[in-house]
């Protein structure tokens, strides 16, 4: 999911779009890449998830600096942004063209995506299956724009967000996080970041999935 809606009084149409921005989000990574990233995975499962997935997914269980993971992830980072970048930006035609949203409208909210490649072996939810499951685009860090809007009003929302997981200010602080929240904050609504990267980043969703899935 690449857009969601939220609620925004003061603002021309009383919501904004906010829209996955894979380019704000490398922009964010190569300025802390000597910074670790934040740890996503509980304290139990670390040594497990080490030794599995992308390098994004050993580092969040780790710790480890940015700059190594970007050199090494380069190459898919890079095709996203030639691919997946272009694709974000009609999304922003189609609001402007279709919505009348003007630039103002739309919020930038930072996912990094790269391209999966054969080597990959963690499902993104089984869209598709076999090597076109594998070579799909997903999002590198946890998608906070896959988020549950839960509207009490026409102006205000609960906005239960993926904790994006990015580059670590130390503290627990996340820059990813950190720059949603002041990003939101002229909104007024009410934001909860919710760690679900075992429950869900790993197997290709977010919390918007999880919560509109059939049971």
Known sequence: EVLTFVPWPGS?????????????????MQAHRDKPMCVGVEDGFREKYQRMGDSLTRASASGIPIGPILDTEMGGIS?????????????????RDQLGLGAEDIVDIPVLYRRRTAKDSVSIGGLFGGEKERMAYEPFTPNSVNMLVA?????????????????????????????????????????????????????????????????
Do not use: W
Not at 12 to 28: E, I, T
Not at 81 to 95: F, H, Q, R, W, Y
């Open 79 to 95: 095709q996203a942004a030639n691919e997946v970048g272009p694709k974000l930006d009609s999304v922003k035609t189609i609001l």
């Open 12 to 28: 021309k149409h009383g919501f904004k779009a906010l829209v996955a921005n894979h380019d704000l989000a490398m922009k964010l």
């Open 151 to 215: 509207s009490d009003s026409v102006d205000h929302a609960t906005l239960v967000i993926p904790k994006p997981f990015g580059p670590s200010e130390g503290g627990g602080s996340c820059v990813f996080e950190k720059h949603i929240r002041q990003t939101l904050a002229a909104s007024g609504n009410t934001l909860f970041f919710i760690n679900d990267y075992q429950t869900n980043h790993v197997n290709g969703g977010n919390i918007h999935c999880s919560t509109t899935e059939m049971r």
